[in-house]
């Protein structure tokens, strides 16, 4: 989620399966994901790019950041 000029990102909830619904966080259903998986954030000096995996490295979302 991007709120004035700044990224937002929370990755997981500890390895646990999110439990609250949009009603209840503000965040959009298309920003949430059922699957388990982590985030990795890879940084250089031409930006940062920042990827959410899911199990077996599926790609659930990214962005980056110039």
Do not use: K, Q
């Amino acid at each position: 989620m991007v709120v004035d000029s700044i990224h937002y990102s929370l990755p997981g909830n500890a390895g646990a399966p999110w439990m609250f619904s949009a009603e209840e966080t503000g965040y959009a259903e298309d920003m949430t994901w059922a699957e388990h998986g982590h985030a990795r954030v890879d940084v250089s000096p031409d930006g940062v790019e920042v990827r959410f995996l899911g199990l077996g490295n599926t790609l659930l979302h990214s962005y980056r950041i110039e």
